[in-house]
C-alpha cells in the first residue's frame, strides 16, 4: 500500500496519510468489513510513525470511512456509515453536489489554491503583530468603508494597474463574493435583466437567481465575450448591466484583449449599460494588460477585486471601485446587512502589504503556477484534450476530452480518484457540457495525469 507521502509539502503528514488511504480505500474496490492493514504494517511500508498512522485512522473513523474493533485494528465502515462522513468533506464552487467526494479525492476543478501551497510564516507573524499592537483590531468593528490604511494600501496596487481614483472611491468587502452581493442587492431589483458570460462563475449564477434578475448569456471567447453578440443583445434586451472577467476569465483562463476591451467598454457606454468587472485574480497576472476600469470609464464601471484567492480562502478581504455615489450606497447597505467586515482581518492583510511580505508571496505563485500550466498543457496536448485559449496565466485551463462518451469520462475521473466539476456549473442555464475547468495547481498530480492518459481519443477503454 504505497501511500505517496511528500514530506517537503505543507500539508501536515497525518492529513496526508489520510487522504492516502482514502484513496486506496476507493480505487482498490474494498468492500465494506474488510480489515485494514495493520497499523505496523502500513507505517514500515510508508517509512511512517505508527502513531501518525493510528492518529489517521482514527481521524478516518470520525468521517465515517474505517470503523474500529476491538482487538482487531481498523476495517471498512458501511456504506451507510461512508455516505453519513461524507457529508462534511470540503465543497468548491462549481461542485457536484451529488458526487459526495469522499476525503483524499483530487479537486481538479477547484477554485482555489490547494492547501498545500498555502504558505503560513508570513501569515502568522502578521496575525501576531496585529495580537500584540493593535486592540482595536482584535476587538472592534471595522469602518464603514474599511480601514483607512488598507484603502491607502489598495490605492497603490490600482494605481499599478493603470486604475486612476481616490480613496473615497474605494470599499472594503468580506471578499469578492459579498461585494458582488453588496452590488446586485443594491443597484439591481428583482425582474432587472443582465448579461453575463458564458461559461462563467457559477456563484454569480446563483446570486442573481436568488435576488430575481434575468440572466442573458454572452458567449466568451478567448478574446473575451463575443462582440457582435453583446451588440445585438444590448439592442435587443436593453439590458441593466454587465458582469465580465477581465483577466484569466472562470473557468476559461482567457484575458481581454485591448481592442476587445475598447469595443465592449464602447458598446456599454452606448447603450448606457452599468459594467461590472470582475478581477479577482488580478494579482496573478504580472505585466502589461487593459482592465475596463483603466479606461476612462468612470461611473460606467465598478470594479471588484479581493486578497481571498491567492492569501486565504479564510481571511477574506475584498474591495470595490465605483463613483462615489455608489461607494456611499455601498458602505450603507454594508454597514445594515453585516457591520461591516473583519477589522482583524483588514489590519493583518494591511500588515502584509505594507511588509512587502504579500508582494512576494504572489510572486512565487505566479512562477509555480508557470511551471505547472506548462506541464499540464503538456499532458493535455498529449491525451489529445481540446484546450480552450491555452491561457498564459492564472488558475484554470478550460479542456475536453475527445472521448465521445463523456459519462465514462466522469466515471473513469472517479476511478482514478479524481473529482471534477459539474456539468452544468458554468452555464447560466443549467445546460450540461462537456467541458471542465482544470486547476493548474492539481493537474500535475500523479492522479491527474492517470485520468488524463486514461481518457485519451485513441485508448481502449479499461472500464
Known amino acids: 500500500m504505497e501511500l505517496r507521502i511528500d514530506r517537503q509539502a505543507l500539508v501536515p503528514v497525518v492529513q496526508q496519510i489520510v487522504d492516502g488511504l482514502a484513496v486506496w480505500l476507493r480505487q482498490s474496490e474494498v468492500q465494506p468489513g474488510t480489515r485494514l492493514p495493520s497499523a505496523r504494517h502500513i507505517a514500515r511500508v510508508n517509512l511512517l510513525s505508527q502513531s501518525s498512522v493510528v492518529e489517521a485512522c482514527e481521524r478516518l473513523v470520525t468521517q465515517g470511512v474505517l470503523a474500529p474493533r476491538h482487538g482487531a485494528g481498523f476495517i471498512v465502515a458501511t456504506p451507510t456509515l461512508v455516505a453519513q462522513g461524507q457529508q462534511d468533506c470540503l465543497w468548491f464552487e462549481g461542485a457536484e453536489l451529488k458526487q459526495g467526494g469522499c476525503s483524499g479525492e483530487l479537486k481538479l476543478g477547484c477554485g482555489g489554491l490547494p492547501e498545500s501551497w498555502r504558505e503560513t510564516d508570513d501569515l502568522s507573524y502578521a496575525i501576531r503583530q496585529v495580537s500584540r499592537t493593535d486592540m482595536a483590531g482584535l476587538f472592534n468593528y471595522s469602518t464603514s468603508r474599511g480601514l483607512p490604511a488598507l484603502r491607502l494600501q489598495i490605492l497603490k496596487r490600482l494605481g499599478r494597474l493603470g486604475i486612476e481614483v481616490d480613496e473615497n472611491r474605494i470599499l472594503t468587502t468580506a471578499g469578492a463574493s459579498q461585494g ?3 452590488i446586485v442587492r443594491t443597484l439591481l431589483k428583482p425582474g432587472d435583466c443582465v448579461v453575463v458570460e458564458s461559461p462563467g462563475y457559477p456563484l454569480l449564477f446563483d446570486l442573481l437567481r436568488l435576488h430575481g434578475v434575468t440572466m442573458i448569456e454572452v458567449p466568451r471567447t478567448p478574446r473575451g465575450p463575443d462582440t457582435e453578440q453583446l451588440q445585438l443583445l444590448l439592442l435587443k434586451h436593453r439590458p441593466r448591466a454587465l458582469f465580465i472577467n477581465s483577466f484569466y476569465h472562470n473557468p476559461t483562463g ?28 488580478a494579482d496573478l497576472h504580472y505585466g502589461p494588460g487593459t482592465r475596463l476600469a483603466a479606461l476612462g470609464g468612470d461611473d460606467n464601471v465598478i470594479y471588484v477585486g479581493s486578497y481571498s484567492k491567492t492569501l486565504s480562502s479564510s481571511l ?8 462615489e455615489g455608489v461607494i456611499s450606497r455601498l458602505a450603507e447597505v454594508k454597514m445594515i446587512s453585516s457591520m461591516g467586515a473583519s477589522r482583524f482581518c483588514e489590519s493583518v492583510l494591511t500588515c502584509l502589504l505594507a511588509s512587502g511580505a504579500y508582494r512576494k508571496l504572489v510572486q512565487r505563485q505566479r512562477q509555480r503556477l508557470n511551471t505547472d500550466r506548462e506541464a499540464a498543457l503538456q499532458v493535455l496536448e498529449d491525451a489529445e484534450w481540446e484546450v480552450f485559449g491555452k491561457p498564459a ?3 484554470f485551463i478550460w479542456a475536453r476530452s475527445r472521448m465521445s462518451d463523456y459519462a465514462q469520462v466522469r466515471k473513469q475521473a472517479r476511478r482514478c480518484g479524481v473529482l471534477l466539476s459539474s456539468a452544468t456549473a458554468f452555464s447560466p442555464d443549467g445546460q450540461a457540457k462537456d467541458w471542465q475547468r482544470i486547476n493548474v495547481a492539481y493537474a500535475c498530480d500523479p492522479r491527474a495525469r492517470a485520468f488524463f492518459q486514461a481518457t485519451a481519443a485513441n485508448r481502449p477503454k479499461a472500464f
Open 254 to 281: 482567457s484575458c481581454l484583449t485591448p481592442a476587445m476591451a475598447q469595443q465592449v467598454l464602447q458598446l456599454t457606454k452606448t447603450h448606457g449599460v452599468l459594467v461590472i468587472e470582475d478581477d479577482v485574480y
Open 393 to 395: 496565466g492564472g488558475l
Open 180 to 182: 458582488l452581493d453588496l
Open 316 to 323: 477574506r478581504v475584498g474591495f470595490v471601485v465605483a463613483s
